[in-house]
Antibody, heavy 126, light 106 residues
């Protein structure tokens, strides 16, 4: 079955760039969306953004100016870059596989994340 | 921006039915899903496309979505169902989570 594994530094200094990679194993990166979600200590889930295997991406408007998500299909990996980090960016970061499909003949879409990585903790501190 | 509202906490006795609501403007026109998250673990999808259960999710988990409210129902709640539950939908190419509900099985 498909498994996801996040990797990257656990400590980032304020004002620097947080970089994480998610490696997809047990299946192809094709035909799915691949997303990043974070969870600050003791708080809820926040969607950061996602990328389609072809390279199309969407981001949370509140983070869009600082976020870039990229995909490398040859390595079955996708990556997150979050720049100008502050202590408020300290969180557990999860990567996930997502499915998107139109709901019948409506203008709305079904979107859900069915495979998640174990998460990696990133602390922003000097 | 679109918002989803959940009650912070819900309590239920073992064997009883727990209902967790998720409210958002015309949410019934969209599609909702639900995740279960236990302490120290990653979220797990328990309901998608309003009512569907992924393989491996017990039948006691069910979902509905109409009007402005999606509901996750757990019938015959067990101690192992104690967890945080998050609803999620998609609006204007962005993904939105509810604030989460802590389910306590007393």
């Amino acid at each position: 079955q498909v498994q996801l594994q996040e990797s990257g530094p656990g400590l980032v200094k304020p004002s620097e760039t947080l970089s994480l990679t998610c490696t997809v194993s047990g299946g192809s990166i094709s035909n799915y969306y691949w997303g990043w979600i974070r969870q600050p200590p003791g708080k809820g889930l926040e969607w950061i953004g996602h990328i389609y295997y072809s390279g199309t991406s969407n981001y949370n408007p509140s983070l869009e100016s600082r976020v870039t998500i990229s995909v490398d299909t040859s390595k079955n990996q996708f990556s997150l870059m979050l720049n100008s980090v502050t202590a408020a960016d300290t969180a557990v970061f999860y990567c996930a596989r997502a499915s998107l499909s139109r709901i019948g003949g409506s203008i709305y879409y079904s979107y859900y994340m069915d495979v998640w990585g174990k998460g990696t903790t990133v602390t922003v501190s000097s | 921006s679109y918002e989803l509202t959940q009650p912070p906490s819900v309590s239920v006795s073992p064997g009883q039915t727990a209902s967790i609501t998720c409210s958002g403007n015309k949410l019934g026109d969209k599609s909702a899903c639900w995740y279960q998250q236990k302490p120290g673990q990653s979220p797990v999808l328990v309901i998608y496309q309003d009512t569907k259960r992924p393989s491996g999710v017990p039948e006691r988990f069910s979902g509905s979505n109409s009007g402005n409210t999606a509901t996750l129902t757990i019938s015959g709640t067990r101690a192992m169902d104690e967890a945080d539950y998050y609803c999620q939908t998609r609006d204007s190419s962005t993904v939105v989570f509810g604030g989460g509900t802590r389910l306590t099985v007393l």
